[in-house]
């Protein structure tokens, strides 16, 4: 099993560029989340999503999208790349969004915007 | 809201050493879940244990342990013996379950780094 799968590892953007993330996962979990990760801190939620077709925010929504249009794949849209976007970008997934249930992750996107 | 606080930034264990690293918790959620991850300087996250809030055990897996005190909110890791492999940033993490608004949503503690001497 491949597991949870980001693409690309590593990108440099310009500012006002936008672009998308990708993640796959073939766990077939309901429950996938986007975090980010800023130098010498925690995880921080952006988005999550706990099926096909349902999306909510985090606690960094502002300046990205994501959509679930199937289970396996949820990417995560930049709109308009800023420096303060600079940052390790982990995707993660679930078989539910019970509390019980550990979370799976992708290697990671390291981005940076200049 | 969900707050985990690690208030280690960095730790030092000699290697063959156990070593704890501390983790305390707030929510007002009764159901919830308790995680510690390990980050290599790699980059990915590796799950290690986990507690749920009604078990009335400590968590074991392997040389991790979680030292689980509900009434004080706090959820430690305990490392025995630690090998050079460990070093890494170690993440403590809670979800909550239920069907309120924030069911299923993780909040992660800043992280401590723990070195390993030889």
């Known amino acids: 099993n491949a597991g949870v799968t980001q693409t690309p590892k590593f990108q440099v953007l310009k500012t006002g560029q936008s672009m998308t993330l990708q993640c796959a996962q073939d766990m077939n979990h309901e429950y996938m989340s986007w975090y980010r990760q800023d130098p010498g801190m925690g995880l921080r939620l952006i988005h999550y999503?706990?099926?096909?077709?349902?999306?909510d925010q985090g606690e960094v929504p502002n300046g990205y999208n994501v959509s679930r249009s199937t289970t396996e794949d949820f990417p995560l849209r930049l709109l308009s790349a800023a420096p303060s976007q600079t940052s390790v970008y982990f995707c993660?997934?679930?078989?539910?969004?019970?509390?019980?249930?550990?979370?799976?992750f992708g290697d990671g996107t390291r981005l940076s915007i200049l | 809201a969900q707050k985990i606080t690690q208030t280690q930034p960095g730790m030092f264990v000699q290697e063959k050493e156990a070593v704890t690293l501390d983790c305390t918790y707030d929510t007002s959620d009764p159901s919830y879940g308790l995680f510690w991850y390990k980050q290599p300087s790699s980059g990915e996250m590796i799950f290690l244990i986990y507690?749920?809030?009604?078990?009335?055990q400590n968590a074991t897996e392997g040389r991790y342990s979680l030292n689980f005190q509900k009434a004080r909110k706090s959820a430690n890791l305990v490392i025995s013996a630690s090998q050079l492999g460990d070093s890494a940033m170690y993440f403590c993490?809670?979800?909550?379950?239920?069907?309120?608004?924030?069911?299923?949503?993780?909040?992660f503690g800043d992280g401590t780094t723990l070195t390993v001497k030889p």
């Open positions: 999503s706990v099926g096909a077709g349902i999306t």
């Open positions: 507690q749920g809030s009604y078990d009335q």
């Open positions: 993660a997934s679930s078989y539910s969004r019970e509390a019980n249930q550990p979370q799976h």
């Open positions: 993490a809670m979800r909550v379950t239920g069907w309120f608004s924030n069911a299923g949503k993780s909040t």
